[in-house]
């Protein structure tokens, strides 16, 4: 994130049930959301200062797999 601001993190899939997590630049989770982009989408939105943070895209069940779409935007 070049500035402060809200970071939207949005995870679509048809096959699976998607679950994100943000964490900082350390390693520590800011948050973490399974449904919250409607069906079984996921999405956080928070607001951040500036630096670097790491997205994780996974499945609910964390072992299955399928094609789905990320995006990261800051608004």
């Known amino acids: 994130m070049p500035a402060?601001?809200?970071i939207q993190v949005d995870m679509t899939s048809?096959?699976?049930d998607s679950y994100l997590g943000l964490f900082d630049a350390g390693g520590a989770l800011l948050a973490e959301?399974?449904?919250?982009?409607g069906g079984r989408n996921a999405r956080i939105e928070r607001q951040?200062?500036?630096?670097?943070?790491r997205v994780w895209a996974n499945t609910l069940s964390g072992s299955v797999t399928g094609a789905y779409s990320?995006?990261?935007s800051q608004r």
């Open 4 to 6: 402060a601001g809200t």
């Open 14 to 16: 048809g096959d699976v």
């Open 33 to 37: 959301d399974d449904n919250s982009g």
């Open 48 to 53: 951040v200062p500036s630096g670097t943070y």
């Open 70 to 72: 990320l995006i990261v």
